[in-house]
């Protein structure tokens, strides 16, 4: 069978005073915003108004700050467009929420398929201390609204 290298790719977010904001919020001194995607059988997979495809570096997003070897897979690329149609609701634009269903969440969920592997939880750490900081998961719904149950 075919091996196929699975890339994580990792996009600093926000603007200086956005992430001091954040950091302030949550007691901490600073705080890094990440979007991420999966570079996978010649394509860059990620979550922004639905499941996205694209070449390699030619998202918005442009150069990625960082990228994580997680290993290769052998599943068809067949296989995973299928799998990707599975979750396509999951992953809805409408599903989409700042802290609780995101692109981290998305890669992860494409990671643990691919490669039976999380993402590095830097990448989740912000958004999961978010979510235990009832006044953080507040402002974020007051400005961005709440999504759908996930």
Not at 49 to 62: D, E, F, Q, R, V
Request: aromatic content about 10%; proline content about 4%; hydrophobic content about 40%.
């Amino acid at each position: 069978m075919e091996k196929h290298r699975v890339v994580l790719r990792v996009y600093p977010l926000g603007d200086e005073a956005i992430r001091r904001f954040v950091a302030s919020k949550l007691g901490k001194e600073e705080v890094q915003i990440w979007h991420t995607s999966i570079e996978v059988y010649g394509a860059e997979y990620y979550f922004q108004n639905g499941i996205m495809k694209a070449l390699p570096g030619s998202t918005i997003h442009g150069t990625p700050i960082k990228t994580h070897d997680l290993g290769t897979t052998d599943i068809p690329e067949i296989v995973f467009e299928d799998f990707l149609h599975s979750i396509a609701d999951d992953f809805a634009p409408h599903k989409y929420h700042l802290l609780k269903n995101n692109c981290n969440n998305f890669t992860n969920t494409l990671a643990l398929y691919l490669v039976e592997k999380a993402i590095p939880g830097y990448i989740l750490e912000l958004q999961n201390a978010a979510l235990e900081s009832k006044e953080v998961s507040s402002i974020v719904d007051l400005f961005f609204g709440a999504s759908e149950q996930v």
